[in-house]
Nanobody, 122 residues
Framework: QVQLVESGGALVQAGGSLRLSCVAS????????MAWFRQAPGKEREFVAG????????YYAKSVKGRFTISRDNAKNTVYLQMNSLKHEDTAIYYC???????????????WGQGTQVTVSS
């Protein structure tokens, strides 16, 4: 059974940093594309960042490019999202997802974590 477990969410001041982690079980992330999505209250789930199964290609939403970095540690079967220069509008529940390839649409992912709350105070 596939499980993705996110952690690292917290309350942080604007301008601060957080690192989210997603530990996978039941699948080897080295053979999956991994992604982070987020969902704010009343809004649709949106793509934040993705990394191809090979690890060589990364993808970012325009709103986070230059501030967030996605990475993977295949030995630990874990994906990370380093978030710097956080803004109030980054406040959301952050979800980890896995599938065959990186897609900007959440509907294309079959494996999801339960989410971790990130709150950025202004």
């Amino acid at each position: 059974q596939v499980q993705l477990v996110e952690s690292g969410g917290a309350l942080v001041q604007a301008g601060g940093s957080l690192r989210l982690s997603c530990v996978a079980s039941g699948l080897r992330i080295s053979t999956y594309a991994m992604a982070w999505f987020r969902q704010a209250p009343g809004k649709e789930r949106e793509f934040v960042a993705g990394i191809a199964w090979s690890g060589g290609n990364t993808y970012y939403a325009k709103s986070v490019k230059g501030r967030f970095t996605i990475s993977r540690d295949n030995a630990k079967n874990t994906v990370y999202l380093q978030m710097n220069s956080l803004k109030h509008e980054d406040t959301a529940i952050y979800y980890c997802a896995a599938d065959s390839f990186v897609s900007y649409s959440y509907t294309n992912y079959n494996n999801w974590g339960q989410g971790t709350q990130v709150t950025v105070s202004s």
